[in-house]
């Protein structure tokens, strides 16, 4: 893969790393897991927020990981994923596979089935998209990877949103902003 070099020729600007993610907490987003099966057969998941569609021909979707996550490598060796859109009574989940653990399918085994290339597939989310590895692009400290769905579903549940650190369901997280008048 390539990626681009600064289109400006500008040196980077350093930022505050914390006030920076504060200020990207400002955009609500939807709630996602994505999942896959590493090479050795371990099944890998974990909650993202950086999910975004790309394309309707073909049907191309994206999601970033950072690099230097302990579950990078099965992703970015995969030929396949599945991205769900969690729903608002997912939250729990949510925050399960956000956490680095030895085995995080263990508290969850009856939640999933099989999906494309075996990898675990939720029963029931907001939708779900089976993927597979369409490109790829390292950026920074993350790499951006973009499938190719082959396969989909999507229900009438309520989605799982995520806005300045908090989640819930749209009236949740509402409810938590200041109104201004």
Request: glycine content about 8%.
């Amino acid at each position: 893969m390539y990626s681009w070099s600064y289109i400006t020729g500008d040196v980077p600007l350093s930022v505050d790393a914390s006030r920076f993610r504060r200020a990207l907490g400002s955009f609500p987003t939807g709630v996602c897991l994505v999942t896959t099966v590493g090479p050795d057969g371990k099944r890998e998941g974990m909650t993202i927020n950086s999910f975004a569609s790309v394309s309707l021909t073909p049907p191309l979707v994206l999601w970033s990981i950072r690099d230097d996550t302990r579950s990078a490598e099965a992703f970015l060796t995969s030929r396949s994923y599945i991205i769900s859109i969690l729903a608002s009574d997912q939250k729990e989940m949510a925050s399960h596979f956000a956490k680095p653990a030895l085995d995080k399918f263990a508290a969850y085994e009856d939640a999933f089935t099989l999906g494309i290339g075996g990898c675990p597939k939720l029963r029931h989310s907001a939708a779900t998209f089976e993927c597979s590895s369409y490109s790829r692009y390292q950026e920074g400290d993350h790499t951006i990877l973009v499938g190719r769905v082959d396969a989909f579903t999507n229900s009438e549940s309520t989605p799982l949103l995520f806005h300045s650190g908090q989640m819930g369901s749209v009236w949740e997280v509402a409810e938590k902003i200041p109104h201004q008048a």
